[in-house]
């Protein structure tokens, strides 16, 4: 049974005391994020759009700029990509034990960054084609495979093609009340606009901690009922 209200009530109490290394992260991932955006940024603003409209050569520097932001956009990507699957390792650890957790159990993330990259793409393929049908089916799709990177951090030894197929199989009949489990969060969201986006570095730990806790749920379940195996997962 999926019980959202457990879940986020549980990551409340496994956070208490162990906020400060969360925290860290997020304002970390922000910041990087972030500062990939400022060339392209600032030298944008230099010109106005009368100047890009009667002036050539603002139009070939803006090209050139725009190149530049699009390859830095790219990097942003990859690295934001690298940051996401190193986190999920921590929230994974705090939820096996209430053993502190360390910033380095975040860098030991990061040497699985090539299995990080490829897990996004094969997503990002999926969901593009599905997408191409419906967004409707691209979003579904999304949360079918919203399991992969837990699933990649507890058993690397499995190809990613498998986890995609174990993500679905665990995901099923839940993707309605993952997808409602992740709107419940929206008020939060909204209060931390008051806070000129500060409070999201505690309300990202809340909910990743959340969906974390929801992630062993449904595995345990799909274990549990046969939909997958013990063997499915070595």
């Given at each position: 049974?999926?019980?959202?209200?457990?879940?986020?009530?549980?990551?409340?109490?496994?956070?208490?005391?162990?906020?400060?290394?969360?925290?860290?992260?997020?304002?970390?991932?922000?910041?990087?994020?972030?500062?990939?955006?400022?060339?392209?940024?600032?030298?944008?603003?230099?010109?106005?759009?009368?100047?890009?409209?009667?002036?050539?050569?603002?139009?070939?520097?803006?090209?050139?700029?725009?190149?530049?932001?699009?390859?830095?956009?790219?990097?942003?990507?990859?690295?934001?990509?690298?940051?996401?699957?190193?986190?999920?390792?921590?929230?994974?650890?705090?939820?096996?034990?209430?053993?502190?957790?360390?910033?380095?159990?975040?860098?030991?993330?990061?040497?699985?960054?090539?299995?990080?990259?490829?897990?996004?793409?094969?997503?990002?393929?999926?969901?593009?084609?599905?997408?191409?049908?419906?967004?409707?089916?691209?979003?579904?799709?999304?949360?079918?495979?919203?399991?992969?990177?837990?699933?990649?951090?507890?058993?690397?030894?499995?190809?990613?093609?498998?986890?995609?197929?174990?993500?679905?199989?665990?995901?099923?009949?839940?993707?309605?009340?993952?997808?409602?489990m992740d709107?419940?969060?929206?008020?939060?969201?909204?209060?931390?606009?008051?806070?000129?986006?500060?409070?999201?570095?505690?309300?990202t730990p809340?909910?990743?901690?959340?969906?974390?806790?929801?992630?062993?749920?449904?595995?345990?379940?799909?274990?549990?009922?046969?939909?997958?195996?013990?063997?499915?997962?070595?």
């Amino acid at each position: 049974m999926f019980d959202r209200v457990k879940y986020k009530k549980f990551a409340k109490v496994q956070l208490k005391g162990r906020w400060t290394v969360p925290v860290l992260i997020c304002l970390l991932s922000v910041v990087v994020a972030s500062l990939f955006n400022i060339p392209g940024f600032a030298k944008a603003s230099q010109y106005s759009i009368y100047d890009a409209l009667n002036n050539p050569d603002v139009m070939i520097a803006l090209s050139g700029r725009a190149r530049l932001t699009s390859i830095l956009g790219l990097i942003s990507s990859i690295v934001v990509t690298i940051f996401a699957y190193a986190e999920i390792g921590v929230y994974l650890k705090m939820s096996r034990s209430p053993e502190p957790v360390f910033f380095s159990d975040f860098i030991e993330g990061f040497s699985r960054a090539l299995d990080a990259i490829l897990i996004a793409l094969w997503q990002f393929l999926w969901i593009w084609l599905w997408s191409l049908l419906l967004f409707i089916p691209g979003i579904i799709k999304s949360i079918a495979y919203s399991q992969m990177i837990y699933l990649s951090h507890e058993y690397p030894n499995v190809s990613i093609r498998k986890l995609m197929k174990i993500s679905m199989a665990i995901t099923k009949g839940h993707k309605g009340e993952l997808f409602i489990m992740d709107l419940s969060f929206l008020g939060w969201a909204f209060l931390c606009a008051f806070t000129f986006g500060i409070g999201t570095l505690w309300l990202t730990p809340y909910m990743n901690m959340s969906f974390t806790n929801a992630y062993h749920a449904m595995l345990k379940e799909a274990l549990d009922t046969g939909r997958i195996r013990m063997e499915d997962l070595q």
